[in-house]
């Protein structure tokens, strides 16, 4: 089998898929990539299915040798691309020959990138998915000197995505919350705190989640029993600062929830680093539905451009 040598990890490199799903009951969460959109356009680049498995790259500094000729695209954070020491473009696909040097440099900015390759890595699914969730010891870390395995294709165009439809990740994200049904527990002032601050990203911001800090929400109780938890949740425990679950988050939580962030913003809160600033702003589900299904259309009417 072909494949890729690792050369050096970087900070944190994970296999993932969409996700695994349909195993809450075993206390086993989803995974899968925390900035989806950018996961999707780097499969959709070298002629991928969605759910084809894809490297995460957090921060940056993976280096890989190939023994292998196929087709590669990154996209996601600003992190510099190499291929043999020539810097190359984000969000388009490249040709890749017998051993070649790959190298994403580390970012300052922004956090994830995603590396796909056309055919996939080829990793044995737990449950049914690829997803690296390390705390639940569903796959490890990448790691120095492993052999990645892939399969030759044969030549492709090189594909870009129209820079139009290139993400912005700007300094500060936007996330449009659904109110959950504990909404109501919280006053008036609570709601207007929430909804008309500034938050900043803590130091503490993982694949679980991330927590911010700022003007404090009052809770309206410490505890209350343990439930089923959903992507995107916001608890405000009893600091009052804000927490939002992500996709290796606890599939049970007891802090009381003001509501749930949009799943396509979940991407603008994943690419944030420590001190970047966050807002949330309310919508309806009904909003929320047309939102979700105008971004699935438009994605999938992209077409991508054929580069010399």
């Not at 356009?41 to 890989?64: D, F, P, Q, Y």
């Not at 449950?127 to 705390?135: E, K, Q």
């Not at 003007?215 to 916001?234: F, K, N, Q, R, Y």
């Not at 001190?275 to 009904?286: H, L, N, Q």
Request: with cysteine; proline share 5%; charged share 20%.
């Amino acid at each position: 089998m072909t494949g890729f040598r690792v050369i050096d990890p970087g900070v944190l490199s994970l296999f993932q898929d969409v996700g695994r799903f349909g195993y809450h009951g075993l206390g086993l969460t989803n995974g899968g990539p925390l900035d989806p959109v950018s996961f999707y356009w780097a499969n959709r680049l070298v002629g991928n299915t969605a759910n084809t498995t894809a490297i995460e790259v957090t921060l940056g500094g993976l280096s890989l040798k190939s023994e292998v000729e196929t087709n590669i695209a990154v996209a996601g954070a600003a992190m510099q691309l190499k291929i043999n020491g020539k810097l190359k473009t984000l969000w388009r696909s490249h040709r890749i020959r017998l051993g070649d040097m790959i190298q994403l440099d580390h970012t300052g900015k922004r956090c994830r990138s995603y590396l796909a390759v056309t055919g996939g890595f080829h990793v044995e699914p737990l449950l049914g998915s690829t997803a690296t969730i390390v705390r639940e010891n569903m796959g490890e870390p990448i790691c120095k000197d492993q052999w990645i395995a892939c399969i030759n294709t044969d030549p492709r165009g090189n594909l870009a995505l129209p820079f139009k439809e290139i993400p912005s990740y700007g300094e500060e994200a936007c996330l449009r919350v659904i109110p959950g049904y504990q909404y109501e527990l919280f006053g008036t002032t609570a709601r207007s705190s929430f909804f008309g601050s500034e938050y900043r990203v803590s130091t503490k911001h993982d694949r679980m989640g991330y927590r911010l800090k700022g003007v404090p929400v009052e809770s309206p109780c410490s505890e209350m029993l343990s439930e089923g938890i959903c992507l995107g949740a916001i608890q405000i425990p009893a600091d009052g600062q804000p927490i939002v679950l992500l996709n290796d988050r606890q599939t049970i939580g007891g802090y009381p929830k003001i509501g749930s962030v949009l799943s396509c913003d979940l991407a603008n809160l994943a690419q944030c680093n420590t001190g970047d600033c966050v807002r949330f702003k309310p919508t309806t589900i009904g909003a929320a539905q047309k939102i979700l299904r105008a971004t699935k259309t438009r994605m999938e009417s992209v077409q991508l451009k054929v580069c010399e």
